[in-house]
């Protein structure tokens, strides 16, 4: 025996009639909240509403989900999350290219009477685009997060086929069409239809309008890509300013005017700029670094073969410089200068410091200078003894050996020697003592006097 209701539900209307003028505000602990009257909205817990919303104050402490629009004259107050779901926005265009005249219907039995006769009319593009709006959430947590929009564009291509049962041949009106018997529809490219089949021709049309591309009947014939779209940008009318939180990130100081502080920001880049180009630019014949400037290029060399790096010196007049390579504030340590490879030096240079080669095969050098000048000494002694020696050579050369002949007592000889620049001098003296002995003895010396050679000497006849 099925049980009636009436009374129950005739006592809840009439409940519902006494209620109504007195309701001012409803509190509800559930998931959802109706209110009536003029007063507040007020919910404990989430509120979920698929239409709009129209208050003039509203409270929730739970989630807050509005799938229509939102309009509150009064406060907005949400402790959960507040989510604006994002706007879909569909446009839709189709193109139809007919297939024109020639086109070989295909004859299909209908019944013993009848046969179908199928004509493609053409093919329809139908494209979508598509842009849902991005949105914007805020978190409990004072996070907010705004979403650019995204896009689609989709495209279809189906064909659009006509078909209408004749008579067939023996019959009293062989060849001619079944009344009411044409119907329209949309197929793919096998002529698998996709759509209904229609009286008119007008009202495929409209169905192909009204359809979505997101339709299952289009699933297999959609192409769908993703198209530039632009937001999730914020607009500030005002000053923008940031609260900082020192306490997580030290350097994270508040920011009372956003747009002030980066402008000072694009003044210090600037600057910044500025003074790089100032210290280091690319002109017409080299890198240079300085207002005075340091210039390096790659040429070739002194006689214009072969690659070389050259590093010279400018003054603002473009006059060379001489270049220093050392600290010149600290001169009893300006720094070593290394060179790896060979160095070749075309002109003069001046090395303040200690020059050093490295060992390469010849045994290494630790101070240049100091055995340049220890080399120069034993070099400036050679050379004094070997001219001591020519001088020498050229006194020894003009010493002449003076004998007495028989029957004489005295002789006398002078002579003259000349070696390796030098010039020698003598003069030679030899007496007889007996008709067996005699001696004798002589003297050079160069043109200068500075040297002298002084021999003697005895010699016996028999």
């Given at each position: ?59 929730t402490?739970?989630d ?28 839709s ?45 805020i ?15 989709s ?9 209408v ?56 014939l ?53 003074n ?56 009893l340590?300006?720094g070593?200068f ?12 001046k090395?303040?410091?200690?020059l ?45 050996h ?32 007996n ?28």
């Amino acid at each position: 025996m099925k049980k009636s209701y009436t009374k129950e539900l005739a006592v809840l209307a009439f409940a519902g009639l006494l209620c109504a003028p007195l309701s001012a505000q409803v509190n509800i602990s559930g998931l959802g909240a109706t209110a009536g009257g003029a007063g507040p909205l007020t919910v404990d817990g989430d509120v979920q509403v698929n239409g709009n919303v129209n208050s003039t104050t509203s409270s929730t402490t739970g989630d807050a989900s509005v799938g229509g629009d939102l309009t509150t004259t009064g406060d907005t107050t949400v402790n959960g999350t507040l989510k604006v779901q994002p706007v879909i926005a569909i446009t839709s265009t189709s193109t139809d290219t007919p297939t024109g005249a020639g086109v070989d219907p295909s004859l299909g039995s209908v019944g013993a009477t009848t046969s179908a006769v199928v004509t493609k009319l053409g093919e329809t593009d139908k494209s979508e685009s598509a842009t849902t709006g991005g949105g914007a959430t805020i978190e409990n947590n004072g996070d907010a997060t705004f979403a650019a929009s995204t896009g689609t564009a989709s495209d279809a291509n189906f064909s659009r086929y006509t078909t209408v049962d004749v008579y067939n041949a023996g019959e009293p009106l062989a060849g001619q069409p079944v009344p009411a018997s044409q119907m329209y529809y949309a197929a793919d490219a096998a002529g698998t239809p996709i759509s209904p089949s229609f009286a008119t021709e007008a009202a495929l049309d409209a169905w192909v309008t009204a359809t979505p591309l997101t339709d299952p009947a289009f699933a297999a014939l959609v192409t769908t890509v993703p198209t530039a779209t632009a937001g999730g940008n914020v607009d500030v009318g005002g000053v923008l300013s940031l609260a900082g939180d020192s306490a997580l990130v030290p350097a994270y100081a508040p920011v009372p005017n956003v747009a002030a502080a980066i402008g000072g920001n694009t003044d210090a880049i600037n600057n910044e700029v500025i003074n790089r180009t100032a210290l280091i630019r690319q002109e017409a014949d080299g890198i240079h670094i300085g207002p005075n400037s340091l210039i390096t290029d790659q040429r070739g060399d002194v006689a214009g073969v072969g690659g070389v790096q050259h590093v010279w010196g400018e003054d603002a007049n473009n006059d060379s410089i001489d270049v220093v390579i050392g600290n010149p504030d600290s001169p009893l340590n300006p720094g070593n200068f290394r060179v790896l490879g060979n160095s070749q030096v075309d002109g003069s240079q001046k090395i303040d410091g200690v020059l050093s080669l490295g060992d390469n095969g010849f045994g290494g050098v630790t101070d240049v200078a100091r055995s340049i000048n220890s080399n120069a000494s034993g070099i400036a002694r050679n050379r004094n003894n070997i001219e001591q020696n020519t001088r020498g050579i050229a006194m020894v050369a003009a010493l002449q050996h003076t004998t007495v002949l028989p029957g004489m007592t005295n002789a006398l000889d002078v002579g003259a020697a000349y070696f390796e620049g030098e010039t020698g001098m003598s003069i030679n003296y030899a007496r007889r003592i007996n008709e067996n002995w005699q001696f004798n003895i002589g003297a050079a010396s160069t043109t200068d006097f500075d040297e002298s050679v002084i021999k003697a000497g005895v010699g016996v006849q028999w």
